[in-house]
């Protein structure tokens, strides 16, 4: 413990919730940098065999299916120096709009994944938190760059989904008495997108819509909800910038800082895909989520040097590309409204 920086190289690492899209990505990451052993965790609920299976591919890779649910199994699985905590009942929108309730078990699932951490010995833990829980009153009054500090006088985070991810934050300050018994580091991922990601997330169903030719294109809300789409690889980058640099105890934003109303998204997607409709109509009676979530990301560029790399025009040429050669139009056609709002 102590002093700034955390080496990954020959480390054993077990990701909770491995086999997410952002997990995928994450793995690949730790790969290159030459981590001894990677175990993933994931009960395949949300996450998808085929990221498992292709990473399986390296013989320092290994698949626990295991529900973090049970805090047995969770302290049977979770023992490395490194833990990654990336595993939710999550979705976009179309998801913890509708289906609130079941991002209840996110507080048993960040409980178990800290004590069985902290009971196993875990030298650096990682926490995929989220941009939702910050006040929704600032996120109600136009743009308003979120910043780290903004939660010190205002509880009010979106929904049970942001409530728990909230949780999880105040229980680790707590349980390791912020970082003096287990480094910690706190990401607050802001509205990430890229290849492998589920279409309940809104860039992929807004991709979705035009891959099988949507015509009126539906689009949720009156299409003004300002977002920091936030590009994956970017995502990873931010991650292992704040593991591998940062002190014993940090809590930073994870993002990008282009601010993009989902109509501007809409009409990039239109032009790099080549599909237009005849017609766009808005549907305000679909959850919508606050009028602007974006991040100040000045922290990371001023303790860390970190910023994004990835514009959201190039991310979303390279999200494209990947979605029209591997998905299926006629099953993406026949499942779309499944595909928008369920996991």
Not at 19 to 30: G, K
Not at 76 to 87: D, I, N, S, Y
Not at 121 to 129: D, I, P, R
Not at 287 to 309: C, N
């Amino acid at each position: 413990m102590g002093g700034m920086g955390y080496e990954l190289r020959d480390k054993r690492v077990v990701i909770a919730g491995g086999a997410s899209f952002i997990s995928f990505h994450l793995s690949q990451a730790l790969l290159e940098r030459g981590v001894r052993e990677l175990v993933l965790v994931d009960n395949l609920e949300s996450g998808k065999e085929e990221n498992v299976k292709e990473l399986l591919r390296d013989k320092r890779v290994r698949f626990e299916k295991v529900d973090l649910r049970d805090g047995g199994k969770a302290r049977e699985v979770l023992r490395g120096e490194v833990v990654f905590h990336m595993a939710a009942v999550h979705g976009g929108r179309g998801f913890i709009g509708w289906h609130d309730a079941e991002c209840v078990d996110n507080f048993l699932i960040d409980r178990n994944v800290v004590m069985a951490s902290l009971s196993n010995g875990v030298e650096q833990f990682f926490f995929a938190s989220s941009g939702c829980v910050y006040p929704l009153r600032l996120q109600r009054q136009g743009v308003y760059p979120l910043r780290e500090e903004d939660l010190d006088s205002d509880f009010n985070p979106d929904g049970v989904y942001g409530m728990a991810k909230l949780a999880a934050e105040v229980l680790l300050a707590l349980k390791t008495e912020k970082g003096k018994k287990m480094r910690v580091a706190i990401g607050r991922l802001f509205t990430v997108y890229g290849e492998r990601a589920l279409e309940n997330h809104a860039v992929m169903g807004l991709i979705a819509k035009a891959f099988v030719g949507m015509d009126p294109y539906v689009i949720w809300g009156k299409g003004n909800q300002v977002r920091n789409w936030t590009y994956v690889k970017d995502i990873v980058a931010g991650i292992l910038t704040v593991v591998e640099r940062g002190s014993d105890w940090e809590v930073v934003n994870i993002g990008s800082e282009e601010q993009t109303p989902i109509r501007e998204a809409v009409e990039l997607i239109f032009e790099l895909s080549g599909f237009r409709p005849k017609k766009v109509v808005f549907d305000e009676k679909k959850p919508v989520g606050p009028v602007a979530r974006v991040a100040d990301i000045s922290l990371m560029k001023e303790k860390f040097g970190w910023q994004p790399k990835w514009s959201f025009r190039e991310g979303l040429e390279r999200t494209l590309r990947w979605y029209w050669q591997t998905k299926d139009r006629d099953y993406v056609r026949a499942n779309l409204q499944k595909l928008l709002t369920e996991r």
